[in-house]
């Protein structure tokens, strides 16, 4: 380099450099280690190399300009352009050579290690880093001078073009090597994961290769399909898991598999098929092959990750819950029966501990709480609540068996959030009549038209948000006392307090031609005990890090999307908090399985957390039974909600102990 | 250590130490580094840590000895003692502490690294370093207080008992773990390979694993199962390839692919059906489950070692006879479709160039001409001969199309070898008569009791070494011309010539009762074509390296197993050389196989020496021709045999030049 070399500045990054002119763009900016994407590897094939030339008026009068510090537009580029886009005021990187000074935009589309966008408020992006790149090259053909394989001369060219060395080559490519080289007349893309393993080979240019990342629920399993090369999410699917005819919550599962020989089998037969509907089903909708899917991440709670791997899930069913492995699989596709790409891989994200899958696992790669001074409560709420609580220093994990009582089940006028379900409600504490709204109307049931935009469902039940905001709601307006107990003096002046046998009913809805909707004492018992064996979980923590309160709270998972904070903190199923600082996390752990399939290194974040996280198990902690009897009461019997008494004027009085009866009742599964 | 402490001298390392008494004989021998095996860990268990003592006088007196050195023969010996086999005198050094000085003798059976005797004669022994290795371990229960996966407790077990790290887990180990921890009550024996990967595991202590390695020709498919713990060779079986039904020779086999879709995956579904017969076969004969076998060694040339792979061999049946890989592979059995443990893996040897296979590969492991200063040269003789020369300096090798009438096909009455046909022959110089010898019997056709010794299989051909020989008669008593033409002149002399159309015949057998078996002008053509082109294969590499002889011969393969050298020199097979250092290297090709199967260091080995290989192509090699014609004359028109003369007469008279018609008539496959 000398001072007659050009300068050339590239932005973002700010580096610089002086080069001979003739240069080409690409090249200086490898030389600088500048951000730039290229499979084609500089042969104005792939297009991902375009870059904006901000100094200099060449690109404004192209191949016509005489002052150009770059050079005319080439025939390549031009080329390019005809066949696809070439952004205004672009260039190819690799076919444009340097001329004189010039200050180059490397745009975020054009760099390998981009950011992208999630779609949650308060997410960070995810920087994108797939495990599984595209590299296209042109391989030297075979000559009996020098007589060498044709996987030599592949692996000689992803050397000197892509400095990849020491690959090894899946035996379904080495079997598809020769006549995908001939075809694509030696020139083709390969697909190089972890710059280790070839996996995949077309002849050719190749475009894209698609990830898939999935939360395999025990009720739903979701699936994004995202393109590896731009980390676009381009197609998403859900479906029912369809081992819900083994058993409609995990424990049943679990006690099929034991009942009968072959159960896990079954089950993990089941949900591989369901795995491979899904893939097809979001390969059609983004039209592209499900060959061109070459890596999946998966998370779930620990019964669905094993019976995903083929492992008899029985050890999870009782005490000690010890897991087959606590750490995350890379598999081969093949393995589990997945009909995607033959080389296509399955990262499964790392379980924590027995109760806390995969899935809590995706929640902490999600919302990292670790990165943050301030002390984060997430908790993701299912059949069991999968508990974390943490912060830069520590971080703890634990799961409290709450039953499926937050999900409709166990409750008289239950039912899963579907059309003509209660999920909103609001009692007037003069007249104890309820308002609610039903999922399918936007309308609440005292507006005009109500009736008419309510006929098609129906009013048929209450679903998880529901049932937290009425019993809440009957809290607030004297219904129940803190101790949950409903006020039979009640009946006197309201028509809605119903007495059933030796205890009463609210009734919810009248349901005119119908059954009415009544929420009975045993409802609100099994609320109850659902928050208080979540609350306890929560305190159990709280107390390990001596922490006597929470900066920030995450509410993770379908559930937590839909209930209101507000009533689930009257409730007492999390502790007190700057409601401001509350708020839902959104299907957390598919957005960790989304990161873990983007960002590679991300792997290794969450595998090093999940070791460091603090492993609590609820059922040998004496101190959870304490904490779980003191949150029977609403909100609590023994703690203070003070943040939440600046919003909502609790009622007044003290709760009595709970009866012995609901004391150490604990579902589990 | 101090002058206090006793010390202890290990033989046959020779390496001493002092040490505390009560120290255990095994402990003080890995502080020296001594080599001794354990698969248990010093538990009393697997007995492969037995030592011989040989000073001081408890072996003799036992438990009742009083000036022992070493301590009483402990409870844990006495209990080996009965299950199973503590050789007369020898100790446990797991479980025998040192009380004094000593001399330990650690038999080559308590070795890890131990010789393997190979039965070949002149063969190095090899050092036992199988891949996979036995690990018996106990494992902590799991514990709810400190939760964490069985398999890390297992990995930390390894790590903690025999430093291994950072081991991975095969799927189909992960699925089955929890079960056998349990079944084994947390003691399990684990198959780790390449101190990398967990590839089986068995409940308790399991005491011996196998490997197979098999030679796959295109004729033959031969195994051998070896203990990987001892390195004994347990049992051998051989069987014709079924690929045979889909062509006789490579060619044709290669023409089947080519001519009908799917005929690859068709020839690739029989040998692998083979290998599962084969694999069945000799564990039924050792009396082990097939699932004891964990690793398998592959061999062949390069079209059988495509086909196993599953690779269409197409590239292989014409210029520029390129290989889809030319390293060796290391692949699961289970990708293969072979039913031996879930857990087995498949290493196949390299190949070399398109007509240079894995079998010359395991010759040159076999043979190691690269240890030595002496030029060594090897053919391994089939339907293309695989020829390597070369000594500690440089290796070269190349193949040479001989076609199959060394097999015995082209030539009039040939036929493979089987019994019945002739395999030795001497012809009287005088009469022109022949004696000879038939596979089936000791005697020779002129010995008392030949007739009736020869009645069950009849006279029915004549095999490769008897066409050989025949041919190498006939030359030396006048009957063919150095140019290899058959003197219709001594027809008028003996009965034995006879005309036949405008050439003559050789009546070797006048065959009684049935059509005479005779050797005809042709016959003689297509052996001299087969021999020139193999002579002139060696030739070409003799020149590339500027050797005017070589020092040693070795023939490699069944057919080097029986010809008779001194008639294969005459012919012209071979170059001059001593004959005393030709040899036959019996199935060297196997004997690579075997040797990579249990001494994992010599896959390295390998792998290098082929790569170092200066690989020849006859077919683009102009002198080829050449040395071609000038080896049709018998020994050879152009080169003199100065050793072979001085053993044998040979007939005087110069060789005219081939005729046209038999130039360049170069039969491949």
């Known amino acids: ?32 280690g500048v951000d730039v994407d290229s499979v084609c590897g500089g042969r104005a094939i792939c297009g991902r190399c375009q870059v904006l030339v901000m100094e200099g008026d060449f690109a404004k009068h192209g191949v016509t300009s005489t002052a150009a510090h770059l050079s005319p537009v080439s025939e390549a580029e031009q080329a390019y352009a005809k066949r696809r886009r ?25 760099q390998v290690h981009r950011q992208v966008v999630r779609k949650a408020l308060d997410a960070r992006p995810i920087t ?6 595209l590299h296209y090259v042109e391989v030297r053909e075979p000559d009996m001078h020098d007589p060498s394989g044709d996987l030599q001369r592949l692996a000689k060219a992803l050397e000197a073009e892509w400095q990849l060395r020491e690959l090894t080559c899946d035996l379904a490519v080495l079997q598809s090597l020769q006549p995908v ?19 995949a080979i077309w002849p050719g240019f190749h475009e894209s290769i698609y990830g898939l990342a999935v939360d395999v629920g025990s009720t739903t399993i979701a699936g994004h399909l995202c393109d590896l090369e731009s980390g676009e999410a381009v197609a998403s699917s859900g479906l029912m898991n369809p081992q ?23 089950m993990t037969e089941a949900v591989r098929t369901a795995l491979n509907h899904l893939a097809k089903d979001v390969a059609r909708q983004a039209k592209v092959p499900v060959t061109d899917i070459l890596e999946v991440t998966l998370v779930g709670n620990p019964i669905m990750h094993h019976l995903l791997l083929g492992i008899d899930p ?23 029966g997945l009909e995607l790409n033959p080389g296509a891989r399955v990262y499964t994200l790392p379980c924590i501990a027995g109760h806390v899958g995969a899935d809590a696992a995706g929640v902490i790669l999600s919302e990292r709480p670790d990165k943050s001074a301030a002390l984060t409560l997430i908790v993701d709420v299912g059949t069991n609540a999968e508990i974390v609580l943490g912060n830069e220093q520590r971080l703890l994990a634990c799961s409290s068996p709450t039953g499926p009582a937050f999900e409709g089940a166990q409750i008289s006028c239950g039912q899963r959030a579907a059309p003509g379900a209660i999920e909103r409600v609001r009692i007037d504490p003069a007249t104890l009549a309820a308002r609610f709204k039903i999922i399918g109307s936007e309308l609440w049931s005292d507006e005009p038209g109500f009736a008419e935009s309510a006929q098609r469902t129906g009013v048929t039940g209450i679903c998880g948000s529901g049932i937290i905001e009425v019993i809440a709601e009957m809290y607030l307006a004297g219904i129940i006392s803190r101790d949950g107990v409903v006020d039979g003096e009640l009946a006197s002046r309201s028509p809605r307090i119903v007495p059933a046998g030796r205890t009463f009913s609210y009734v919810l809805y009248e349901n005119p031609g119908g059954t009415p909707l009544q929420i009975t004492q045993n409802d609100v018992r099994a609320i109850q005990l659902a928050k208080a064996a979540l609350y306890a979980g929560v305190k159990l923590l709280m107390e390990h890090l001596q922490a006597p309160a929470v900066d920030r709270i995450r509410l993770a998972g379908a559930f937590g999307s839909h209930i209101d904070v507000k009533y689930a903190m009257i409730l007492g199923m999390i502790p007190d908090c700057d409601l401001a600082q509350v708020a839902s996390a959104g299907n957390a752990a598919g957005s960790g ?34 904490h779980f009897v003191g949150a029977m009461g609403i909100p609590n019997t023994n703690d203070a909600f003070p943040h939440l008494e600046k919003v909502v004027k609790l009622p007044q009085g003290k709760a009595a102990a709970p009866r012995a009866g609901s004391r150490g009742r604990r579902p589990r599964g």
Chains 1, 2 share one sequence.
Request: net charge positive.
């Open 1 to 32: 380099m000398s001072e007659a070399d050009a300068l050339v500045v590239f932005t973002p990054s700010g580096k610089r450099g002086r080069f001979a002119r003739g240069t080409p763009l690409l090249q200086a900016a490898r030389t600088l």
């Open 86 to 110: 070439l952004n205004p005021g672009h260039r190819l990187s690799c076919s444009s050579q340097i001329q004189g000074d010039l200050v180059v935009d490397v745009p975020s589309s054009s």
């Open 128 to 133: 994108l880093d797939p495990v599984t790149r």
């Open 181 to 199: 080289l001939r075809k694509g007349e030696w020139k083709v893309t390969v697909a190089v994961r972890d710059a280790r393993q070839i996996i």
């Open 244 to 266: 819900i005819r083994f058993g409609e919550d995990l424990m049943s599962r679990v006690s099929y598999s034991m009942m009968n020989p072959g159960g896990a089998a079954q």
């Open 314 to 336: 029985v050890e999870l069913g009782g005490a000690p819950f010890a897991l087959a492995t606590d750490e995350a699989m890379t598999i081969r596709a093949t393995e589990m």
């Open 593 to 626: 399985a989304r990161i873990a399939l983007l960002d590679n290194s991300s792997r290794r974040t969450i595998e090093g957390l999940v070791r460091r996280v603090e492993k609590i198990e609820t059922a040998i902690e004496p101190r959870f039974q304490e």
